[in-house]
């Protein structure tokens, strides 16, 4: 034992320079050089000036985010396809009218991506019937030339349709096989292939499917939000015409752009479309393809001119899921005033993800809640078993009752009401979902009050103080009257956080 202590008292009392691995690891290099040593001076001086500047960045950053206005900070909550995104896409117009103009080359892919996996839902959807009815191999054995879109789970039965897969329809079906070249051409430019982001484009789910009879997922193309897609597709000039022509951006002339293969498919795009046997089969499945994101089969001439530039309308009806959180800065004027303040809108993605976040955002100076109404009769994709209109109003009272946020304003928006009205219009009783609505009326007056009122109470029995709440009726693709909303909703953000502040 006394041994071991006067080993030990060695160890402690031994030398402080050799047994301390910082100073061991900035030790100059043993037999050095005079010409080593010069160079190694010079690169630490380098060094440190290049830290000295960093730092006066720091400091300099710091005085000017004191001296200017306070950032207004906005989060946009909602579940997928909410129309979060949409509305991002508005604040970039409110911000400037000019906001998609060197924007539109990427746009065009997307929309050429939309209009693909639309078609490709379609042709899934033919080979399975023609493989119920010509009792060959299951429909996962069948190929279409594509990857799966559609999977029937093991134990559901085959859908059954009136309408017989006739052989012209066949012969369309294979005539559109080419468009899987157009789908790998459009991956491959936004994602690096083997990147996390390409992977995601295949993994990722979504249905529009109503409550009942759905069967199956449709994978959606999803890419990260710190993925740089779209400086994949424009032309690479720097001309005043660049500068006042947005069409400039787009390379017309490129052999390879996908756009060739879609305006040659144009007329059987068409008229797979518009066939009276698909018409069928979507209507078997319960599928309304009119009624999803990034929807342009109605306009498929148009939009698949060889000289094709996306209008601002389209561009907001343009559907790419990006996954994570992200922050969007914008510069606004308040109405009747010169001031300009620095929006900051965060989207933190899908909204599994609100209650790890939901600290970092306790100061925040609004929510705007998305809550789509043309959900009611629809499914979550990763809980087939919660109907969509619930899961808002779930979400919902958890916003409104966390106590981090009692202080924040809450402006709700219950959108995409043309696809709710169009629904209550072709005859789905509301009712039939919402059970608590018992007999009343289904029209689109009645309804809507109804879920306004509901969402209204719900705040009110679970916010940890008594607030104001502001709602409004929206559909984020018509920009004439969302930009008037949110132009609203500014102006009475900036009102609120100048009053907290005592200055009006």
């Known amino acids: 034992m006394p041994k071991f202590s006067a080993l030990r008292r060695r160890s402690i009392r031994g030398d402080p320079e050799r047994d301390d691995p910082l100073s061991r690891a900035i030790a100059p290099p ?3 050089s005079q010409e080593e040593y010069a160079a190694r001076l010079a690169t630490e001086e380098e060094a440190q000036k290049c830290s000295d500047a960093i730092d006066e960045e720091i400091n300099r950053q710091r005085l000017e985010n004191k001296r200017a206005p306070k950032s207004i900070r906005v989060l946009l909550l909602g579940q997928s396809e909410s129309g979060k995104s949409t509305t991002l896409k508005n604040f970039q117009l409110i911000d400037s009218s000019k906001a998609f103009r060197h ?12 209009i693909v996996r639309s078609i490709r839902l379609i042709l899934d959807l033919i080979t399975e019937a023609h493989a119920h009815a010509s009792g060959d191999a299951s429909p996962a054995q069948i190929s279409t030339g594509f990857p799966r879109l559609l999977t029937e789970s093991a134990d559901s039965p085959p859908i059954q349709t009136q309408s017989k897969v006739t052989p012209d329809l066949l012969k369309l079906r294979m005539r559109l096989l080419p468009l899987q070249q157009v789908e790998e051409s459009l991956l491959r430019k936004m994602t690096p292939a083997g990147s996390a982001e390409f992977e995601a484009t295949h993994l990722s789910p979504m249905t529009n499917r109503p409550y009942k009879g759905r069967s199956g997922k449709f994978k959606e193309v999803a890419i990260n939000s710190t993925a ?43 008229k797979l479309w518009n066939d009276p046997t698909v018409k069928s089969l979507l209507k078997a499945h319960r599928i309304r393809l009119e009624s999803m994101s990034g929807f ?42 010169m001031v300009s303040h620095d ?19 306790d100061d925040l100076d609004a929510i705007i809640f998305l809550a789509p109404l043309s959900g009611f009769d629809e499914v979550l ?38 696809l709710f009205r169009a629904k209550l219009e072709a005859g789905i009783r509301f009712s039939e979902f919402v059970v608590s609505y018992g007999a009343r009326s289904n029209d689109y007056e009645s309804t809507s009050n109804y879920i306004r009122k509901k969402f209204g109470m719900l705040l009110k029995q679970h ?10 009726l929206t559909s984020m693709t018509d920009s004439k009257s969302t930009q008037h909303i949110l132009v609203n909703v500014k102006d009475m953000v900036i009102r609120e956080m100048l009053q907290k502040s005592s200055l009006v």
């Open 296 to 337: 342009f089969l109605d306009s498929i001439n148009r939009v698949t001119g060889l000289r094709y530039i996306p209008t601002d309308d389209d561009i907001l009806r343009a559907r790419l899921k990006t996954l994570g959180v992200s922050e969007h800065r914008f510069t606004l004027k308040s109405a009747g005033s």
């Open 228 to 270: 740089q897609w779209k400086g994949a597709f424009g032309r690479l000039i720097a001309t005043a015409r660049a500068s006042m022509d947005s069409a400039a951006d787009i390379d017309f002339e490129d052999p390879n752009d996908p756009g060739v293969i879609l305006n040659a498919c144009a007329e059987d795009i068409s």
């Open 103 to 114: 924007e539109r080359a990427s746009w065009r892919a997307v929309i050429q991506l939309n």
């Open 30 to 32: 043993e037999n050095e």
């Open 343 to 361: 929006w900051r809108v965060y989207d933190v993605g899908v909204h599994d993800l609100w209650s790890a976040w939901a600290p970092y955002f």
């Open 381 to 418: 994709v990763e809980d087939p078993s919660v109907n969509k209109l619930e899961d808002s109003i779930l979400l919902w009272k958890h916003v409104v009752s966390n106590p981090l946020l009692k202080n924040t304003q809450i402006v709700l928006f219950l959108n995409k009401i043309d």
């Open 463 to 472: 916010s940890p103080v008594p607030r104001i709440y502001y709602s409004h």
